[in-house]
C-alpha cells in the first residue's frame, strides 16, 4: 500500500493577494482571509477594466 503515493495536479503557486503558497482547501489563496480580500475588492469594484470615454451615440 505504500506504493500508491498521492499525487498532486501540479506544484501550487503562491496566492494572489499575499504572495505565500497557495493551500489546496482555499486554492489560489492561502487561507480564508485572503480568499475574503479577494471577494470584498469585487464587490467595492476596486477590481475594473478601464474603458474609453468615448459617447457612441453621438456617431452620425
Known sequence: MDDQVKKTAGPLK?????GKPAVHA????????CRDVDLNRWL?????????????????
Do not use: Q
Not at 27 to 33: E, G
Not at 44 to 60: F, H, T
Open 14 to 18: 503562491t496566492c494572489p493577494i499575499c
Open 44 to 60: 467595492k469594484g476596486s477590481y475594473v477594466i478601464p474603458g474609453r470615454d468615448d459617447d457612441v451615440d453621438d456617431v452620425e
Open 26 to 33: 482555499t486554492r489560489p489563496f492561502c487561507s480564508s482571509r
